[in-house]
């Protein structure tokens, strides 16, 4: 990127374009100085347009890097595949595989707003019945992947949504929900254990893409019963592990999910 046209000669479009490009070139995560040392920009230039982005959703700052979110993956969610580098069709193997190993629902659900929103699941007659709560959106703070996109959501956790109470045990108290959040940073794995639906249980885990950027969450979901949380852990934990890797290698291979 040391070639780049002088920044006095793009327009404000290709100044934004060029910037997140970088980002792509660094595996997603940047400091202020190397953006404005590779994109030619001074200093302050780079600093409104890396706010800019970070106003839209699009960049999150963490420990001092600018990193790019989920915001990037819920734009490419609406895109047709072939020009969304194709995330939700990457992940649908891996998706198949947690269905295979649980018999119940599996999804891969990235952010929107305030809410998850699930692009891509896999399902079996079984689970017919659920459909209605298995597709379109879902809150954060009380369901297994809206846990695992807020945790390791840095403005979200700065800024928790309206806890609504959908159920008598949903987290409502943002205290509460501040705790819940530091255990799935910390295990790696989020619970939801009847809080958004009576008699639904789900269990998610976050997908990475390159520079250690949340992509999104892969999560089973069934009624009590049939599935037992602590028990699928460790096989969403593997799983959404597996899909990581994939979209990493993807991303050397020149398919592109961040630039």
């Known amino acids: 990127m040391t070639d780049l046209i002088s920044t006095s000669r793009q327009t404000s479009a290709g100044k934004v374009l060029t910037v997140l490009k970088f980002f792509g070139s660094r595996g997603g995560a940047v ?3 190397e953006v404005a040392h590779h994109t030619n920009m001074p200093r302050s230039t780079a600093h409104r347009m890396l706010a800019s982005l970070r106003t839209a959703g699009l960049v999150e700052l963490q420990d001092g890097l ?7 993956v819920e734009l490419a969610a609406v895109v047709p595949a072939n020009l969304a580098g194709g995330l939700p069709e990457l992940v649908l193997p891996s998706l198949t595989d947690l269905y295979e190993s649980t018999k119940e629902a599996a999804q891969f659900v990235v952010r929107r ?4 929103l699930v692009v891509e699941g896999v399902h079996g007659r079984q689970s017919v019945g659920l459909l209605p709560r298995l597709t379109g959106t879902m809150p954060l703070h009380c369901t297994a992947a809206g846990k695992v996109l807020l945790a390791f959501s840095a403005p979200l956790r700065q800024n928790p949504p309206r806890l609504e109470g959908h159920t008598a045990v949903t987290i409502t108290s943002p205290e509460r929900l501040r705790e819940e959040l530091a255990r799935v940073q910390r295990y790696g794995v989020a619970f939801d254990r009847g809080e ?3 008699g639904l249980t789900g269990v998610a885990a976050p997908v990475w893409g390159p520079g250690r950027t949340l992509v999104g969450a892969i999560s089973v979901v069934g009624p009590f019963g049939r599935v037992v949380p602590d028990a699928i852990a460790p096989r969403v934990r593997r799983v959404a592990d597996i899909a990581s890797r994939e979209l990493y290698t993807e991303r050397l291979a020149g398919r592109g999910l961040a630039g």
């Open 31 to 33: 400091t202020l100085g």
């Open 66 to 72: 600018f990193v790019l979110s989920g915001g990037l």
């Open 113 to 116: 707003g305030d809410s998850g």
């Open 196 to 198: 958004w639906i009576h």
